[in-house]
């Protein structure tokens, strides 16, 4: 038997409706009548339950050039949170979608964000409560997604940053403070140095911010042509190119003699001399002298 489209959309929203006020077939003995509210005549209100406000939307939105097929779950107070949750056998909230606008606490300030929530372990401190792991903001310019009391992983995959050549893509590590602002302290970042086709471009980078969040330099530096390591520069000539004027060995190593075991170009001092391996198993040394 074939179902209409009309017909079809009034068996999910009914069952949508009797799923968000809790019914369950042991209750079926208590009669829901289904309602239209008196907005625009798309909406479907529970009559014992005021708070449940379900709407359906299907316009043609001419300058947009699309149908608008819309399920509208609205807030019905300055603090609703409204929410499709999912529940155990015994009744027990376990997962759920919530809208959260308004913080509980009138004092904090408004959440404004999109919350994926699961419950805390049953043997923890918070035992089976609902905590928010998955959170993207809203009436932002740029949105996030943020994780909360989570790991974020991925099994035998890739983790991807993709952007065109000639932009940075930011991996970045920031501090959280009010109303959702992060500032950023550091970034691994693929830079927006020019690809020219011979392998050039798009180096690896670790940026480091100051405390106002804005971007000192890169502290190093990996080219992707050649492999040079740069510190304190972004252009390495040398497999190891380093913009300062010390570099520092911190143990000091005497070799126990010319042959002691080694591999050519390891270095090494001590109070006397400083040694270089010029050759597998080949030191040789030079004298250090006060001045």
Known sequence: MKLSKAMMAAVMLGGICLLGTGFSNQESDKAVTLGQSGQNGGEIRIPHNERLLLSTDERWIAKEGHQSDLIRLQWTADRAKPAIAWADENGIDKTAIISHDKANNPEQHDHKHMSFETTMSPTGPYANQLFTRLEIPYDTDVSEIRT?????????????????????????????????????????????????????????????????????????????????????????????????????????????????PCSQGQMAWDEQYVYVCVAKDSWKRTELSSW
Do not use: C
């Open 148 to 260: 909360h009391s989570s790991n974020f992983n991925v099994m035998n995959g890739i983790l991807r940053v993709a952007g065109e050549t000639g932009s940075n893509r930011d991996l970045q590590f920031s501090v959280a403070g009010n109303d959702n602002e992060t500032t950023p302290r550091w970034a691994v970042r693929a830079d927006a140095s020019q690809e020219a086709g011979d392998n050039a471009g798009s180096n690896l980078q670790f940026v480091r911010y100051g405390d106002d969040g804005e971007a000192f330099d890169a502290a190093l530096t990996l080219q992707r042509s050649s492999g040079n390591i740069g510190i304190g520069t972004d252009s390495p000539d040398t497999k190891l190119d380093v913009n300062g004027d010390k570099i520092r060995i911190r143990e000091k190593h005497t070799p126990a003699s010319s042959s002691e």
